[in-house]
């Protein structure tokens, strides 16, 4: 094995999990079986080098400048890679001995949650690395309270928050982090597992001794200087767990460079709408139901021109308010950049010039800045000074825009201008290539660079000045490899050097010429050939003093790029407001869910796009007066009409009403809704054995017993996956249970027309049904909603739309003549009147005297037919009727 070899394998034990990206020149180059797998995956040759026990080295390499892009599909794919630098200088190597091996260490492990870099990140979407530790609170399975603690180490933010066992799933899905961290012994719980999964991060698990509650707290003290994380607020033994367990991740993967992580911060879990995965789902808030952006909410709310700024509205969207006031600020600030139009559109544009400089920052900090990073501090210090001043007086105050305002006019303005007088404009990527001091900044370095640029220049100037000194015209400063530079001269003239030779030093006789040094040229030409690199270093020193600065004002440069970011997302969802003809919602603590004209953002969207447009609907689910419990509408139609959509607007519009945002309808009127659910609809889970009836049943499961008087339910279609009768019982149940027990808000989609009999027996429950009209034997979709219930679903005239044979849809019409006709009479009705009211079933618990068996039934229970005569069996129904009567 050679040296190199042998090094190799000692840093790849190290790193078992990892690829390792072994540096060896201008490449990081892969042996054994890290080659064999990144050949694959990444689609680059593999070769092979040298023996190993008798065999050939599979090896593959990519080159240094490109490291990024490949480092971006590995990470996609799932891989961890070791990235492993050469840490000392070949010369110095080689003073050790003709074959010692450069010294070379891992510098960081290159993870899903850990990146940095521009070209790995995207710009709308915070890269979450999150943690998670568990206690258990009791003795049964699902008694387990959950810490959470996740940070971008790309921006800084760092949050805790607890959770339990319900609740876990759906956090998950609102933090949406692309890695999580959990001690491999928790994975041995499967339904954890399968919940992590499920979130689609990427899974690593640790050894358990990460999350050491006893050492916790220490941890974190330590990391960032203070005497007990108490400086930072009270949190649980749990959460301070999970964070310090993030913190020694993050330590453990960036090798000795800090991130600059702000304070954990505790995020309380009451304060936001509790939205679960299958809900998020369902309404495609961040991602369609295939996983593209495009077509999802979020697509289509986001006006920001900033990646902070999409960054933060996609988290605000994620976890929507239930703090009414912290609602209003955010809605006072988007209503007054909607009233200045002037003053939004320069926002705007200034906000488009404004880098990201919470990413610069960070990389900054970690030592992976370049030059073009504090230009990016540069011009978002600069854009925030003219933002500023675009604002004038008291205006903002009283909103979201003043706190905003004044992150932003904290700005370090000494730095800036520090920033805008040392650095080009266009500087290189990497502060290594030079260049990036601007001229006049430094006069040193200004001296250095005209000897490295313009040498000739300054050594004709020297050569003048001889010249006219001396009176030699024929005197000339050459340059050759032996001498160097030297002065020539004719040797008729040379009388005139050598009388001086304590300035004048002879170096070589020609036949016809002497050549000669002074101290000025030999210190010129020594100046001369170190000028590169001496100006390179100078540059170097101004860079590590910037980043310095940067680091030392990190606080401050974050405050105001969150300043920034909050201001982009303000004026974003003012432009949408006035373009789309948004409203203003009254959000209040009252179970009001009054909509007028309101419409589904997305869809309205796509019908303008092709020229379309959109039928707005209402919608009323409060309660009456003195009710204690919100409405349910029963919506019958067919499909087609526009049931879904109608379901979907109103959860979207209770959405961006909670997120602060202004909302597609004339007018909104919205309770705080704590927790919204939605059923909407087909989906099997076969990973899982579940077919496509069992997850709609285990997801009607979770509303029913979760969903309260606060809450807003929407269902479609429960009960379609079975036979006809075992659905329509179990939607009947359904409302019954979300009228008489939960007193939710609700939505409830149905094509059983026989539930619509319930309204007579449900005080809160209304019939709605989408209008239709038939013409010429076709149905044509008038998709407004209104009072009453179908006699139908037109489903035939929905089938003959989607493209049906003729012959089959002929078919249909005379089957369906012949059911209708075995069956006229109104099987809603009879069921209505022989069914007693749910309300018996959600009575308060039977005394255990009522819950004893029942004498009579048990005397029928020993009986055999089969055994007893026509006589015997009437003299037995006589007294199972006498007994039965005198209980």
């Given at each position: 094995?050679?040296?190199m ?10 790193n078992?999990?990892c ?39 599979p ?5 240094v ?49 850990t ?32 810490g ?7 921006t800084g ?7 339990d ?10 933090i949406d982090?692309?890695e ?28 358990r001794?990460?999350?050491d509650?006893a050492?916790?707290?220490e ?8 005497a ?8 649980s033994r ?72 999409s ?30 139009t002037?003053?939004r ?24 800045g ?36 004044a ?28 260049g ?33 000194e ?21 040797a ?46 100078l ?24 300043g ?13 407001a006035e ?33 379309g ?39 979207l519009?209770?959405?961006l ?28 889970d ?71 009999a ?11 049904t ?25 489903g ?5 739309l ?37 309300a ?10 009522a ?24 003299e ?12």
């Amino acid at each position: 094995m050679t040296p190199m070899m042998a090094q190799y394998i000692e840093i790849k034990t190290a790193n078992p999990d990892c690829l390792l990206f072994y540096r060896m020149g201008d490449f990081y180059e892969l042996f054994f079986q890290d080659a064999e797998e990144a050949s694959r995956a990444l689609g680059i040759t593999l070769t092979k080098r040298g023996k190993h026990l008798g065999e050939d080295i599979p090896m593959c390499g990519v080159p240094v400048h490109a490291a990024d892009d490949y480092l971006q599909k590995l990470i996609s794919l799932g891989f961890r890679v070791a990235v492993c630098e050469q840490t000392e200088d070949p010369a110095e190597a080689k003073k050790r001995g003709s074959k010692s091996v450069v010294r070379r260490e891992v510098v960081r492990l290159v993870t899903p949650g850990t990146l940095t870099e521009d070209r790995l990140l995207e710009a709308s979407r915070n890269n979450y690395l999150l943690t998670l530790a568990r206690t258990r609170t009791g003795s049964l399975e699902g008694d387990a309270t959950y810490g959470l603690a996740w940070a971008d180490i790309s921006t800084g933010t760092f949050r805790i928050a607890t959770s339990d066992a319900r609740g876990l799933s759906g956090d998950l899905a609102r933090i949406d982090p692309r890695e999580v961290v959990v001690a491999d012994t928790l994975l041995e719980d499967t339904d954890l597992r399968r919940v992590i999964e499920e979130c689609g991060a990427a899974l690593s698990p640790v050894p358990r001794s990460l999350f050491d509650s006893a050492t916790a707290p220490e941890r974190l003290a330590r990391y960032y200087g203070v005497a007990t994380p108490e400086a930072f607020g009270s949190f649980s033994r749990l959460e301070l767990t999970a964070a310090a367990a993030a913190i020694a991740y993050v330590e453990r993967t960036q090798y000795g460079e800090r991130p600059p992580l702000d304070p954990p911060a505790a995020e309380g879990a009451s304060a936001r709408m509790l939205i679960d995965p299958a809900t998020r789902a369902n309404l495609e808030l961040m991602r369609t139901l295939s996983g593209e952006r495009a077509g999802s909410l979020l697509s289509v709310i986001d006006r920001t021109v900033s990646g902070p700024g999409s960054r933060l509205l996609a988290a605000r969207l994620g976890g929507p308010l239930t703090d009414i006031g912290a609602i209003r600020l955010r809605q006072d600030a988007v209503e007054r950049l909607a009233r200045d139009t002037y003053l939004r559109e320069r926002l705007r544009e200034k906000l488009k010039s404004v880098p990201d400089m919470a990413r610069a920052l960070s990389r900054i900090a970690m030592q992976r800045g370049g030059p073009r990073d504090l230009i990016a501090l540069a011009g978002g210090l600069a854009a925030a000074g003219e933002i500023a001043a675009l604002f004038s007086g008291p205006e903002a105050e009283g909103s979201e825009l003043g706190g905003a305002l004044a992150g932003i006019a904290a700005a370090p303005a000494e730095f800036a201008r520090e920033l805008a007088l040392a650095l080009v404009d266009e500087p290189p990527l990497l502060a290594r290539d030079g260049g990036f001091v601007a001229e006049g900044y430094l006069a040193d370095l200004d001296e250095l660079r005209r000897l490295r640029d313009d040498s000739r220049k300054v050594i004709a100037q020297l050569q003048g000045g001889l010249i006219e000194e001396l009176a030699i015209r024929a005197l000339k400063i050459k340059h050759n490899n032996v001498l160097g530079w030297f002065i020539e001269v004719p040797a008729t003239h040379a009388d005139k050097l050598t009388a001086d030779p304590a300035r004048f030093i002879h170096r070589q006789t020609m036949a016809g010429a002497m050549r000669f040094t002074t101290t000025e040229l030999a210190d010129l030409e020594s100046r001369i050939a170190n000028a590169a690199g001496r100006s390179l270093a100078l540059e170097t020193e101004v860079f590590q003093r910037l980043c310095a600065d940067a680091v030392a004002a990190g606080q401050t440069i974050k405050g105001v790029a969150d300043g920034l970011a909050v201001l982009d997302v303000a004026a974003g969802l003012a432009h949408l407001a006035e373009e789309e003809n948004h409203c203003r919602p009254l959000v209040d603590d009252s179970l009001s869910f009054a909509i007028d004209g309101g419409r589904h953002p997305v869809v309205e969207a796509a019908l303008k796009r092709e020229g379309g447009g959109f039928v707005a609907n209402d919608a009323d689910l409060g309660p009456d007066e003195g009710d204690e419990g919100g409405r349910i509408w029963l919506i019958t139609g067919p499909n087609m009409a526009g049931k879904s959509t109608f379901l979907r607007q109103n959860a979207l519009i209770a959405i961006l009403a909670q997120t602060g945002a202004f909302v597609p309808a004339v007018s909104a009127h919205i309770g705080v809704v704590d927790r919204l659910f939605s059923r909407v609809g087909a989906a099997d889970d076969l990973a899982r054995g579940r077919s496509t009836f069992m997850v709609e049943m285990v997801e009607t499961a979770a509303i029913l017993n979760q969903a309260g008087p606060r809450s807003l339910v929407i269902l479609d279609e429960i009960g379609r996956g079975t036979s006809t009768f075992d659905g329509l019982s179990i939607a009947w149940a359904a409302i019954e249970h979300l009228h008489e027990v939960n007193r939710s808000r609700a939505l409830f989609a149905t094509h059983y027309h026989e539930l619509t009999a319930l309204s007579a027996r449900l005080d809160r429950l209304a019939n709605a049904t989408v209008k239709v009209k038939e013409w010429q034997g076709d149905v044509v979709f008038l998709h407004e909603i209104v009072a009453g219930a179908a006699d139908r679903s037109y489903g035939i005239q929905v089938a003959k739309l989607a493209g049906l044979p003729g012959a089959v849809i002929e078919r249909a019409r005379a089957v369906l003549a012949q059911l209708e006709e075995q069956d006229r009479r109104a099987p809603g009705e009879q069921l209505i009147d022989d069914l007693p009211l749910f309300a018996a079933l959600a009575a308060p618990a039977r005394t255990a005297a009522a819950m004893a068996p029942d004498p009579a039934l048990e005397a029928l229970d020993a009986l055999d037919p089969d055994d007893l005569t026509p006589r015997e069996a009437l003299e037995a129904l006589y007294a199972l009727k006498r007994q039965r009567a005198g209980n």
